[in-house]
DNA sequence: GGCGTATATTACGTTAACGTCAACGTAAGG
DNA sequence: CCTTACGTTGACGTTAACGTAATATACGCC
């Protein structure tokens, strides 16, 4: 059995940026912006389960579009606490807008999808079309 | 009955913009990069419908976080005959990596949905307990 | 025919999100 | 002890996607 202490998982930065295919000047930035703060051994950073979520998080919201500042936001909503009762409102909203701007994606994805598939076929065609001359 | 010959439905540059709540500046930029090439009365530019199609594929990709250039990309795809046999294949698989992108977003809207749908009891429930004060 | 409004081109400025390079420290292995 | 690999902090460079003047032309109208 591994010690209970020194066992929490932990990650150099090359590891997690290998992990997830990003640079370390990348984590960096994140940190340098305030979205990521391991803690250090010496200078060397350290990585903490929870701050390898904070980065799954910061890349999903990439996919999706989002800014750093976007993301930033986002991950916020999840820390309790960190809340106080007169932002609550206005975090509400925040996240009310986010689901309708998600909803929007959703319905482009769609449609795109569609158009993605007319095109295909349309290729399709067009290989069987002039593979026949 | 309007003339077949002049009615056929033409947009200038600032009604085409604020119909699609952007500037004129970035239209113009999307002429700078082929991405819009509207036709000409002496200098000044009209919009046609296809063009208006065009802008809205633009911002719809937008809205997906794709780049510009990714927008080109798919766009051009709907155009037949442009894509000579050679690259029909190619473009075939530029449709599937689009395609497998979309449904990565679609997970990753799913995910985020349900997180927000979290995050949102969170608030409220702070708001019950602090409200009770 | 002067005024306002829309349009044009040219060109420099800006922001986000890193890339890239220099210069250096440190720990492990041969 | 020397090299190799990984880590650090600046700090300037880059790209995309426009913003923001400045300046000039053209149109409708009272």
Redesign the interface.
């Known amino acids: 059995m591994t010690n209970i202490v020194t066992s929490a998982t932990k990650y150099s930065i090359t590891d997690l940026c290998k992990e997830f295919g990003v640079t370390t000047r990348t984590a960096r930035h994140y940190e340098d912006i305030g979205l990521l703060s391991p803690s250090r051994r010496g200078q060397t950073r350290i990585y903490s389960a929870a701050d390898r979520t904070r980065l799954r998080l910061i890349l999903?919201g990439?996919?999706?579009?989002?800014s750093l500042e976007d993301s930033r936001q986002?991950i916020d909503?999840?820390e309790?606490g960190k809340?106080n009762?007169d932002q609550?409102?206005s975090?509400?909203d925040a996240?009310?807008q986010?689901?309708d701007?998600?909803n929007?994606?959703?319905d482009?994805?769609g449609?795109?999808?569609k158009?993605?598939n007319?095109?295909?076929a349309?290729?399709?065609d067009?290989?069987k079309t002039?593979g026949d001359k």
């Open positions: 999903r990439k996919r999706l579009g989002l986002i909503m999840y309790p809340t009762i609550l409102n975090l509400i996240i009310r986010q689901r701007k998600l929007q994606q959703l482009d994805i449609n795109l999808l158009d993605l007319k095109a295909e349309n290729c399709i067009a290989l002039n």
